[in-house]
Structures are given as structure tokens and as C-alpha cells.
T-cell receptor
Framework: NAGVMQNPRHLVRRRGQEARLRCSPMKGHSHVYWYRQLPEEGLKFMVYLQKENIIDESGMPKERFSAEFPKEGPSILRIQQVVRGDSAAYFC???????????FGPGTRLTVT | GENVEQHPSTLSVQEGDSAVIKCTYSDSASNYFPWYKQELGKRPQLIIDIRSNVGEKKDQRIAVTLNKTAKHFSLHITETQPEDSAVYFCAASKRDDKIIFGKGTRLHILP
């Protein structure tokens, strides 16, 4: 049973470009969470999705950030017009249910130049 | 919303000694309390969790205690080893809600 997969593992974007981060949950998991981690800091919740539904996006910046989890395929976190402050590690996690333990992917390290 | 405070931010203990990390939470409806370990450059890994219907849980050298009245929970690591060096995060969530993490404790095991 493969764990949570994320790609790419490293992503470099110039200011103003778009970044697309992908997350495939563990087999049998239908709940996906995205977190952002700045260097030397904790994990900040961004968004919680189930298939085709956004359940909680209270941690998402109001502009430039969006997330989806389509019926088929991975969950995608999209950042438009990236700025230097978007540089961080972005982790996704999946769980089998709403109150189940969350298992993290390896993360995508985004660097904006 | 829920707020999780974690102390200390850095902890150094001699190899073989015990380490204790403490967290408090604000929402009395929270009922699930996981602990994650994150090594440098790696993903957070779930090491132990506790639900609000129990006061203590143990797994080999790791134990977690929960005081619902005081809204405190703690991680205890006994007989520490070099491979225990990492950042540890506590977290809390309530039914049908997201997990909120503390800011982390950087644990150094001294030889």
C-alpha cells in the first residue's frame, strides 16, 4: 500500500508564474488536507477536501490560492502569480475519515526566485 | 477556533534521560490529540495519538497523557536515544474538524 504521494518534490518558479502541486492520497483515503510550513516553523492548515468538495478552506489566502480534489486524479493546490513569500514546504496529508489519523506526503518544496 | 500552545520550543536532554513536551488547547470540544515527529527535511510522521476517552497511552518508550479538565496533554519519551533528535509537534482536533498543530519542539539528544 503506497503512502501519500506528492509531486513534484522540488519546484522553482519565478515571481508571477503559476505553481501546481499534486497530492495522491493513500489507497482507501478520501480526505485530503494541505498544510504550509515555513522554515523553522510549524504546520499551518490551508484547506481540507473530499472528492469534488471543499470542506474547509479557512486557512487559504483569499487571493491567488485554490485547491481541488476531482473525482478522478490527484488533489491539486494551485498558486497563481507566485511571490517570494510563497516559498515554503507544502505538505498534503490524507485520512480515511473525518476524525481519523492523518498521514503526510513527502512535501513539495517551492522556491520562488 | 482552536489554539494549541506547545512548550518548550527547544529541549536538550542527555542520552538515556527522559524528555517531556507539554501542550495546551483551547477548545473543550477537541477530542483527538496526535503527536508527530519530523526529522530534518522529511515529512511529519505520526508517532502516537490519544482520544479524549482515555487519560494515558503508552507505546514502548513513548507515552502521552491527557488532562481534559485542564486542557493539557503531554508527550513523554523515556531512555532517549540519538535517533529521537527531531522536531515534535502536538496537535488537536474535534469531531469533523481540521487538525490544529502546535509550533513544535526541537529535541536535541546530547551524547
Amino acid at each position: 500500500n503506497a503512502g501519500v504521494m506528492q509531486n513534484p518534490r522540488h519546484l522553482v518558479r519565478r515571481r508571477g508564474q503559476e505553481a501546481r502541486l499534486r497530492c495522491s492520497p493513500m489507497k482507501g483515503h478520501s480526505h485530503v488536507y494541505w498544510y504550509r510550513q515555513l522554515p523553522e516553523e510549524g504546520l499551518k492548515f490551508m484547506v481540507y477536501l473530499q472528492k469534488e468538495n471543499i470542506i474547509d478552506e479557512s486557512g487559504m489566502p483569499k487571493e491567488r490560492f485554490s485547491a481541488e480534489f476531482p473525482k478522478e486524479g490527484p488533489s491539486i493546490l494551485r498558486i497563481q502569480q507566485v511571490v517570494r513569500g510563497d516559498s515554503a514546504a507544502y505538505f498534503c496529508a490524507s485520512s480515511p475519515g473525518r476524525t481519523g489519523e492523518q498521514y503526510f506526503g513527502p512535501g513539495t518544496r517551492l522556491t520562488v526566485t | 477556533g482552536e489554539n494549541v500552545e506547545q512548550h518548550p520550543s527547544t529541549l536538550s536532554v542527555q542520552e538515556g534521560d527522559s524528555a517531556v513536551i507539554k501542550c495546551t488547547y483551547s477548545d473543550s470540544a477537541s477530542n483527538y490529540f496526535p503527536w508527530y515527529k519530523q526529522e530534518l527535511g522529511k515529512r511529519p510522521q505520526l508517532i502516537i495519538d490519544i482520544r479524549s476517552n482515555v487519560g494515558e497511552k503508552k507505546d514502548q518508550r513513548i507515552a502521552v497523557t491527557l488532562n481534559k479538565t485542564a486542557k493539557h496533554f503531554s508527550l513523554h519519551i523515556t531512555e532517549t536515544q540519538p535517533e529521537d533528535s527531531a522536531v515534535y509537534f502536538c496537535a488537536a482536533s474535534k469531531r469533523d474538524d481540521k487538525i490544529i498543530f502546535g509550533k513544535g519542539t526541537r529535541l536535541h539528544i546530547l551524547p
